[in-house]
């Protein structure tokens, strides 16, 4: 057999494969179509978070947007009326750090989408890798999660985010935002070992030799800027034309910093370079929250459920980190980041939920994981919380959703019904269809 012919039967196995294996981890559920007349939601108990509580509130959305909201409403000629008889109604919850739909399995290295190798990778768009068709996806919107922030993640500068709306189907369906920020890891204190993104970084990117890279990264994407604006003929360069809009303020930088150390240190390169900083993590960040406040840097505080850093912690350090920042005044979003990622964003308000029984207030917790991550993200002119001229991103529940019996029983995403069955659901329903049979 020639060696064409292995190569051709290789490469057909090798795809065949790859094949096989998106279709198995795909989703069933049927994306929702486009709404084609007024929706009336009725008798309801709306939450618009952005404004007071509205008991027997109507809510009206129409091609997709809030069209009206309040006790009295006028409904529209033809307009399909739900009646919620005093049911809850709330704004999309929104995951502001995840691999959502970049992982799906994270013991398989074949499903794993969200890291590109090399430290600098500030030209990676993190949108074009986003699998529709994750099982993940309809698990998390089950439990009202609509909306995530979809991050790369690995070495120093890891890619541009991207806010998606969980329902769609392709990638281009699902992106609200698709460029929302420039990702840095930055690097751990020499001292501390190796250990920075997922994965750790190799010890050139720690230390004093990490941020020595990405001053000299963004040192010559300036001088790349000022050799193409003297000579358009200049050859383009991905990596540095992507930093273009981070050197004028256009794109924020989300940083992930846990150490008091790192995060001061990352506030003073951003000031230095002119960028438009976002913390993640944030663990020690009540220590830096009058820096944080004064320059208005705000915090996605990286997950509730985590454990004390160090020995001489409180227990409840990170549970009470979001009540510290809101009574330091440092804006900031919660999210359900976690151990298994993806699989875990279901459980983002009950991470909020923590943060309410570890001092805040319930109104801010709710705000923190729809609306403020939406003000953060810079998408809060559609989404984050039930308004006019809004997208109709929201869902009923029979309660609090930061409760765990709550259950989500209807949802839209820019008033596309969606469909709320998933994986979890089918598994529980053939096993409860086992056990009754065999009583």
């Not at 768009?125 to 991050?151: K, T």
């Not at 963004?218 to 001088?223: E, G, L, W, Y």
């Not at 109104?363 to 308004?387: C, F, H, M, N």
């Amino acid at each position: 057999m020639s060696h064409a012919s292995i190569l051709r039967r290789v490469l057909t196995v090798m795809l065949l494969a790859g094949a096989w294996t998106r279709c198995a981890l795909a989703h069933p559920q049927i994306p929702g179509p486009p709404q084609t007349r007024p929706i009336a939601l009725v008798h309801a108990v709306l939450h618009p978070v952005s404004g007071p509580v509205i008991d027997q509130g109507t809510l009206v959305f129409d091609q997709g947007r809030i069209v009206a909201i309040g006790r009295d409403v006028a409904i529209p000629e033809g307009a399909e009326v739900i009646d919620l008889a005093g049911q809850h109604v709330y704004p999309g919850l929104f995951e502001p750090l995840s691999d959502l739909g970049l992982i799906e399995i994270n013991s398989i290295r074949a499903t794993i989408d969200y890291q590109e190798t090399g430290q600098l990778n500030p030209n990676v768009r993190a949108a074009v890798a986003v699998n529709p068709d994750s099982e993940l996806i309809p698990v998390a919107r089950s439990n009202g999660v609509l909306l995530a922030l979809a991050a790369p993640t690995g070495g120093l500068m890891s890619g541009r985010s991207a806010v998606i709306q969980l329902d769609g189907w392709t990638w281009e369906d699902m992106v609200l935002r698709g460029d929302t920020a420039l990702h840095i890891q930055w690097p751990a204190p020499a001292a501390g070992g190796t250990r920075g993104g997922r994965g750790g970084q190799p010890a050139s990117a720690a230390g004093p030799q990490g941020i020595e890279a990405l001053r000299r990264a963004f040192a010559d994407a300036r001088a790349y800027r000022a050799a193409r604006q003297a000579d358009p003929s200049f050859p383009r360069d991905a990596r540095w034309e992507s930093l273009q809009d981070v050197l004028e303020g256009k794109l924020p930088v989300i940083i992930h910093a846990d150490q008091w150390r790192q995060i001061t240190s990352a506030v003073a390169f951003a000031r230095q370079e002119g960028l438009r900083m976002i913390l993640v993590g944030g663990y020690d960040a009540p220590q830096c929250a009058a820096l944080l406040k004064e320059l208005d840097i705000p915090v996605i505080v990286g997950g509730t459920y985590r454990l004390p850093r160090r020995r001489g912690d409180a227990y409840d350090a990170a549970y009470a980190l979001p009540a510290e920042l809101h009574r330091a005044g440092v804006r900031f979003c919660i999210s359900g980041r976690a151990r298994f990622g993806a699989s875990q964003v279901r459980n983002l308000p009950y991470h909020a939920a923590v943060a309410v029984g570890f001092g805040l207030p319930a109104e801010e917790a709710l705000k923190a994981i729809t609306l403020y991550p939406a003000q953060i993200l810079g998408v809060a002119d559609r989404v984050g919380s039930l308004e006019v001229g809004k997208d109709a991103t929201l869902f009923i529940a029979d309660g609090d959703p930061l409760d765990t019996p709550t259950q989500v029983l209807s949802a839209w995403i820019r008033g596309r019904k969606v469909d709320l069955n998933d994986r979890h659901k089918t598994l529980y329903r053939k096993y409860e269809a086992k056990y009754s049979q065999q009583r």
